[in-house]
T-cell receptor, first 113, second 110 residues
Framework: GAGVSQSPSNKVTEKGKDVELRCDPI?????LYWYRQSLGQGLEFLIY????????KSGLPSDRFSAERTGGSVSTLTIQRTQQEDSAVYLC???????????FGDGTRLSIL | TQLLEQSPQFLSIQEGENLTVYCNSS?????LQWYRQEPGEGPVLLVT?????EVKKLKRLTFQFGDARKDSSLHITAAQPGDTGLYLC??????????FGTGTRLKVLA
């Protein structure tokens, strides 16, 4: 399809394990965003990529979180040593450029046991 | 830290009723976006408002940006079950960050 694709759609893992979440943006979109949404809540902004660069990483909740983007396309969000409070839906969005309309994927639902 | 407060937090109404939800802040914004999110899906952009006092209409939905560009409202006329969802407002903050509001969860009963 032509939309933003995220994988896996669901991930259940044990506390302390590392997880990697993937986002495939819409082709041609230079801007890519990651968000976290706890149950029934609004979205918490994590990071923005312009091309392969993230100008500001201060939105990442802790140093256990990291993100990268390669080839101006696919992005991965990695959480190391997962904690139960990391349980949430992680959403990815892309847009043509910064502050243009964002198109969201359906998210990865992460559950930490 | 900028905060976008949305009200009401929850709203349950009968089909055919009108409703208004609000997005408020103490900060001034250059633009504001409204999204609707359905369960299990990502948010979908409804509208972007840019000019203070601007009113935009999308079928039965009317969006208004406050004159001072600190607040916005979304009015739905003759609500339908298909309007059910989480309504979120969002603004850009500082350099390369977005802030989303706390959300209004709307349920329209048939």
């Amino acid at each position: 399809g032509a939309g933003v694709s995220q994988s896996p759609s669901n991930k259940v893992t044990e506390k302390g394990k590392d997880v990697e979440l993937r986002c495939d943006p819409i082709s041609g979109h230079t801007a890519l965003y990651w968000y976290r949404q706890s149950l029934g809540q609004g979205l918490e902004f994590l990071i923005y990529f312009q091309g392969n660069s993230a100008p500001d990483k201060s939105g990442l909740p802790s140093d256990r979180f990291s993100a990268e983007r390669t080839g101006g396309s696919v992005s991965t969000l990695t959480i190391q040593r997962t904690q139960q409070e990391d349980s949430a839906v992680y959403l990815c969005a892309s847009s043509l450029e910064w502050n243009q309309p964002q198109h969201f994927g359906d998210g990865t639902r992460l559950s930490i046991l | 830290t900028q905060l976008l407060e949305q009200s009401p937090q929850f709203l349950s109404i009968q089909e055919g009723e009108n409703l208004t939800v609000y997005c408020n802040s103490s900060s001034v914004f250059s633009s504001l976006q409204w999204y609707r999110q359905e369960p299990g899906e990502g948010p979908v952009l409804l509208v972007t408002v840019v000019t203070g006092g601007e009113v935009k209409k999308l079928k039965r939905l009317t969006f208004q940006f406050g004159d001072a560009r600190k607040d916005s409202s979304l009015h739905i006329t003759a609500a339908q079950p298909g309007d059910t969802g989480l309504y979120l407002c969002a603004v850009t903050s500082g350099t390369y960050k977005y802030i989303f509001g706390t959300g209004t969860r709307l349920k329209v009963l048939a």
